[in-house]
């Protein structure tokens, strides 16, 4: 009999407290289909409890907001060295949970919250307050305080490193945070909670409250939270970004992509390969940045075209667990039939089919193997929607005037590559992509850089100190003249 990971409470004011609701969220594994534990099912109760105790804990006159930024950067510390403890048991339940290849789980899950926590605790300790000499005398004393309670919500494809995207410049800034991770990926959410138990973060700082979109609707129009920060679809981010313009509430929005890599004639793709699947095909297909629109210049397009099917076709495929495996299953049969509803329409667009195209043969998990279409026409629907799963779809461009028009011809903003002999040229190309983020040769998320998107694929930035002032609100104290002082 395997065992599974279960529990019985939630994270809330600062200890595991019974939950308000009965009901129990199952949680499987991608790779076997079976259940693998459980945690309770959070309910708007849950949510309110944890918002009173986010809210008292900000509000507290000595509590976390008020303390200096040294001794919350103390604090963090411990619990960035707590999660660094259970680095390797988090890295491994959310390769079970959503397929990610453990290696790409040791970094971007196990190691990305502790870095995050202690780069915003320095960037803290280093934020002066400015006192600005006035034009009509007098000084201007402008700071930075924390934004208040904030409503963090994530989805299930990275959970740890958007998670941390958002705990680590909040907590450090010193707001108080009620978390909603995603129903597919809460077992290492509760990690989390175990973490900050044992760094004995103050009561209330941060609350877990694991529970589906309703109940984070609820989270987001709570009128105890000062802001939201969201990670996920575009369309929840619409309706989110709704409710916060009705209540002009704060809110910052990392949504969808369908990004592109643009392989310019001189690119040796080959000698980039890892690079390029790295910024392709990570993660199965399940990262919002990458770029799945390549776009290949037709004087070398058949070339480019086997270059990309050959790698395809070589990825080992299977357990996740399994460090030689390079693509592991997608996070639920939903998403697969997702996926397959893309690949069906891909063909009957008219796409060249080139490698993949179904499912590996495996009696269980919800696999789909890597797959490539070629000749697609940019406006084919594969061209033009996420799909968040391994297909690449290749359009062919005549010269770079039109490679950049077919690049910025999509809803989305977020990611991109140029793949390029000459890292000028690149650079300068890539100056002409309308989106948020763009890499030359390689793509990655930089932590003291600013990551987002524009269009649909969301407003604000975080990472870098950008996302770190995402969390304050602007604060000036007019000093009178001199000899007005007193
Ligand atoms: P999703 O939007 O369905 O869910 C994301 C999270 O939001 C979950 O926790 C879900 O329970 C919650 N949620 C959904 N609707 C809500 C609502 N109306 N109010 C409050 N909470 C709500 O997305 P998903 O399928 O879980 O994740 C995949 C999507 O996330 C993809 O579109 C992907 O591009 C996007 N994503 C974006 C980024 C980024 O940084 N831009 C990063 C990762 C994923």
Redesign the pocket.
């Given at each position: 009999m395997t065992t599974t990971i279960d529990y019985d409470k939630l994270y809330l004011g600062g200890d595991w407290t019974a939950p308000r609701g009965g009901e129990t969220l199952p949680v499987h594994s991608a790779t076997t289909e079976e259940r693998i534990g459980s945690v309770p099912l959070g309910t708007e109760s849950d949510i309110d409890a944890a918002v009173e105790a986010a809210r008292a804990a900000f509000d507290d006159p000595e509590g976390w907001p008020r303390w200096s930024a040294e001794r919350r950067a103390e604090a963090l510390g411990r619990f960035a060295d707590e999660l660094e403890k259970r680095g390797p048991e988090t890295a491994q339940r959310v390769a079970m949970q959503n397929g990610m290849p453990i290696a790409v789980a040791e970094n971007f899950e196990a190691m990305f919250p502790a870095l995050l926590l202690r780069y915003y605790s320095g960037l803290m300790v280093e934020q002066q307050e400015e006192r600005r000499p006035g034009m009509l005398g007098g000084t201007a004393v402008v700071s930075r305080e924390p934004i208040g309670v904030v409503g963090a919500?994530?989805?299930?494809?990275?959970p740890q490193g958007?998670t941390f995207?958002k705990l680590a410049p909040a907590l450090a800034s010193g707001c108080t945070v009620v978390l909603?991770?995603?129903?597919?990926t809460v077992l290492d959410a509760f990690l989390v909670g175990e973490a900050a138990v044992a760094a004995g973060l103050p009561a209330g700082v941060l609350n877990i409250v694991p529970?589906?979109?309703?109940v984070?609707?609820h989270?987001?129009e709570h009128p105890g939270v000062d802001k939201v920060s969201?990670?996920?679809?575009?369309?929840?981010?619409r309706?989110?970004a709704e409710?916060c313009g009705r209540l002009l509430r704060p809110v910052t929005l990392?949504?969808?992509?369908k990004s592109a890599a643009i392989v310019l004639d001189d690119a040796d793709l080959q000698s980039n390969i890892e690079s390029f699947f790295a910024s392709t095909l990570l993660n199965n297909g399940?990262?919002?940045?990458l770029g799945t629109r390549v776009l290949a210049p037709r004087s070398r397009y058949q070339e480019v075209v086997d270059t990309i099917s050959g790698l395809a076709g070589s990825l080992t495929i299977g357990d996740p667990l399994d460090r030689s495996v390079q693509v592991g299953p997608l996070v639920s049969s939903r998403?697969r039939e997702r996926v397959e509803g893309y690949i069906a329409k891909g063909n009957s667009d008219g796409g060249r089919l080139t490698v993949g195209g179904g499912r590996p043969d495996r009696d269980r998990g919800w696999f789909v193997q890597p797959t490539v279409f070629a000749d697609v026409d940019p406006n084919h629907t594969i061209a033009q929607e996420?799909i968040?799963g391994p297909v690449l779809a290749v359009i062919g461009y005549d010269d770079e005037a039109e490679a950049v028009r077919i690049a910025n011809d999509t809803d989305y903003g977020?990611g991109g590559s140029v793949w390029t002999a000459d890292v000028e040229r690149g650079e300068a190309f890539a100056r002409n992509v309308r989106s948020g983020t763009i890499g030359v040769n390689h793509y990655v998320n930089e932590p003291t850089a600013p990551?987002?998107?524009i269009k649909a694929?969301?407003m604000g930035r975080?990472l870098g100190p950008e996302g770190l002032v995402a969390f304050q609100q602007l604060k000036t104290i007019y000093l009178p003249p001199a000899a007005a002082a007193n």
């Open positions: 919500i994530v989805p299930w494809n990275v958007i995207l909603k991770p995603a129903p597919e529970a589906g979109r309703e984070g609707a989270l987001v969201f990670t996920g679809s575009t369309a929840a981010g309706a989110i409710t990392e949504l969808g992509g399940q990262i919002c940045w998403q996420e968040f977020l990551f987002g998107g694929s969301g975080e």
